[in-house]
Structures are given as structure tokens and as C-alpha cells.
Nanobody, 120 residues
Framework: QVQVVESGGGLVQAGGSLRLSCAATGSIFEINSVNWIRQAPGKQREIVAIITTGGGTSYADSVKGRFTISRDNAKNTVYLQMNSLKPEDTAVYYC??????????????WGQGTQVTVSS
């Protein structure tokens, strides 16, 4: 199995920055794409950033130019650098990891989420 743990959330003032981490451990053969997804109260879940196996990235329009997703394959870790944060970025941020296990099973795995709160 694969375990996913997010970290780095917290309380920050508008205009500030945070860096989230998503670490995957377990019986991993290969990590494929990774998504950062956020859920704000009363709002639909939103995919904010994606990084592919080859390092290609894409972003939601709401975060483009402010957020940067990156990966460290040696550490099986993906990061989300969030700059120029706005109150509307307040949400629980989840990491979804698409991975192939050592037994060659391809599946997606979620972390428990990390709270990001941006004060105005």
C-alpha cells in the first residue's frame, strides 16, 4: 500500500507565502502524476495544480502565476509553493498521488489534508 502525508499548512496573512509538502511512502514502484486539490467550506472541490510523471505542470486559473508545483523524485515528495496568498485560498489542501505499487497495481491515494487559512 501507499501512504500519503501532507504538511506545511497554517495561518498566514494575505500576501504571504506557504509551502506545502506531500510525501508518499510504502510499496511504491513509481509515482505517476500528483494533484493538489483544495476544498473550502460550502464550495466544490478544486484541482489547483497537477504535475505529471515527466514534470509537466498545469494550474487552475485561480492560482496561475501565484502557485508552483514541483517534485523531488528521489524523496517521493511533491511541493506546492503558494505565494501572494489571498483569503479565498483558504481551504483544506489535499494531495492525490497516482502511483504504481511494487505489485504493479495502479491506483490513486489521498492524504489527510492540511488546513491553509489566509487572513485579510
Amino acid at each position: 500500500q501507499v501512504q500519503v502525508v501532507e504538511s506545511g499548512g497554517g495561518l498566514v496573512q494575505a500576501g504571504g507565502s506557504l509551502r506545502l509538502s506531500c510525501a508518499a511512502t510504502g510499496s511504491i514502484f513509481e509515482i505517476n502524476s500528483v494533484n493538489w486539490i483544495r476544498q473550502a467550506p460550502g464550495k466544490q472541490r478544486e484541482i489547483v495544480a497537477i504535475i505529471t510523471t515527466g514534470g509537466g505542470t498545469s494550474y487552475a486559473d485561480s492560482v496561475k502565476g501565484r502557485f508552483t508545483i514541483s517534485r523531488d523524485n528521489a524523496k517521493n515528495t511533491v511541493y506546492l509553493q503558494m505565494n501572494s496568498l489571498k483569503p479565498e485560498d483558504t481551504a483544506v489542501y489535499y494531495c492525490r498521488v497516482w502511483a504504481t505499487t511494487q505489485s504493479q497495481v495502479y491506483n490513486n491515494y489521498w492524504g489527510q489534508g492540511t488546513q491553509v487559512t489566509v487572513s485579510s
